[in-house]
């Protein structure tokens, strides 16, 4: 229970300094290219807002289930995490690089989904 109380506060933490979440054109572009080469698309918010609204092909594993170690992942595919505003997507991003996987974050649907320029 200690620990759950501890992952909201950092979660409400994040989400104050940062809940404006940008990523850069190169590094969207980055993650839509492992898309493209295989990388799964994880929705790390709950399974009410998974059902509300997620990226076409995307997966739903909350954070909190990412935070107790129930993480049924394959070793060696690269991740894509996303949630509402970035706070959560960048703790799992965080919790699933130090168990070994190679991750994107891109903060939110709303970041995937937009335009971008590369030069």
Same mark, same amino acid.
């Given at each position: 229970?200690? +620990? !759950? ?5 950092? %979660?409400?933490?994040? @989400? %104050? ?11 969207? *572009? &980055? ?8 990388? #799964? !698309? ?6 009410? &807002? ?12 909350? #954070? &909190? *289930? #990412? ?7 394959? +070793?060696?595919?690269? !991740? ?5 505003? @970035? ?5 799992? *991003? +965080?919790?699933?690089?130090?168990? @070994? ?5 891109? *903060?939110?649907? @709303?970041?995937? &989904?937009?335009? !971008?320029?590369?030069?």
């Amino acid at each position: 229970m200690k +620990k !759950i109380i501890c992952m909201f506060i950092l %979660l409400l933490t994040l @989400g %104050l300094f940062s809940a404006c979440s940008k990523i850069s054109d190169e590094e969207l *572009a &980055e993650a839509r290219d492992a898309v493209r080469d295989g990388a #799964i !698309i994880v929705d790390v918010r709950t399974p009410k &807002e998974f059902r509300e609204k997620h990226i076409d092909g995307a997966i739903n594993l909350p #954070i &909190e *289930a #990412i935070m107790k170690g129930n993480i049924q992942l394959p +070793k060696g595919k690269e !991740i894509v995490v996303y949630c509402r505003t @970035g706070s959560r997507s960048r703790v799992s *991003a +965080k919790v699933l690089r130090e168990k @070994g996987w190679n991750v994107y974050d891109v *903060a939110t649907q @709303g970041e995937w &989904e937009r335009e !971008i320029e590369l030069k």
